[in-house]
T-cell receptor, first 114, second 110 residues
Framework: DARVTQTPRHKVTEMGQEVTMRCQPI?????VFWYRQTMMQGLELLAY????????DSGMPKDRFSAEMPDATLATLKIQPSEPRDSAVYFC????????????FGPGTRLTVL | KNEVEQSPQNLTAQEGEFITINCSYS?????LHWLQQHPGGGIVSLFM???GKKKHGRLIATINIQEKHSSLHITASHPRDSAVYIC????????????FGKGTHLIIQP
């Protein structure tokens, strides 16, 4: 059955290294979201795209985070350079016509920055 | 103050009990979502509603737009219902990303 996939599922890296997380939305979904979950802050929106165009990235630290959709089947979230405070679970979600539609979440990428 | 508040934060109940989780929000919304996050971490959407009431199996979600309040009810609770339940809103005005509550950690004991 159709589902959002994310890679890698787990990533351990050292401070200062570049991290790239990938998301494959459900085929036919035109809206893709990136969320971050931490114990302290809970879930928060980082950025989202519709029809591959970025609509809102106000939740992202601009100096080190970047999000792109090279094509309709791939969304990427990059952190360069990574810092220990970036340790979190990063979720990708997709939908057909948010907000009037259900969002389908991927399994998440658990990132640990040492 | 958080724009989405949930109560209680933690809830432990016995199997079979009727469960209610509450969500209040302070912003205009286009939709409210109830999500379930299992111990393994995966997030599943349970309901999306903008008015009235929805039912799926033993789960019922209601929303009162005037009072800016929603409830999630679980009837005949079961240990497999143990999870974190998260209320989230899509803000009015075209912002499609979700704003989340802190979640309610539910444990159903056999």
């Amino acid at each position: 059955d159709a589902r959002v996939t994310q890679t890698p599922r787990h990533k351990v890296t050292e401070m200062g290294q570049e991290v790239t997380m990938r998301c494959q939305p459900i085929l036919g979904h035109n809206t893709v979201f990136w969320y971050r979950q931490t114990m302290m802050q809970g879930l928060e929106l980082l950025a989202y795209f519709r029809n591959r165009a970025p609509l809102d990235d106000s939740g992202m630290p601009k100096d080190r985070f970047s999000a792109e959709m090279p094509d309709a089947t791939l969304a990427t979230l990059k952190i360069q350079p990574s810092e220990p405070r970036d340790s979190a679970v990063y979720f990708c979600a997709s939908g057909v016509r948010a907000p009037q539609d259900t969002q389908y979440f991927g399994p998440g990428t658990r990132l640990t920055v040492l | 103050k958080n724009e989405v508040e949930q109560s209680p934060q933690n809830l432990t109940a016995q199997e079979g009990e009727f469960i209610t989780i509450n969500c209040s929000y302070s912003v205009g919304i286009s939709a409210l979502h109830w999500l379930q996050q299992h111990p393994g971490g995966g997030i599943v959407s349970l309901f999306m509603l903008s008015s009235g009431k929805k039912k799926h199996g033993r789960l019922i979600a209601t929303i009162n737009i005037q009072e800016k309040h929603s409830s999630l009810h679980i009837t005949a609770s079961h240990p497999r219902d143990s999870a974190v339940y998260i209320c989230a809103v899509s803000k009015a005005g075209g912002a499609d990303g979700l704003t989340f509550g802190k979640g309610t950690h539910l444990i159903i004991q056999p």
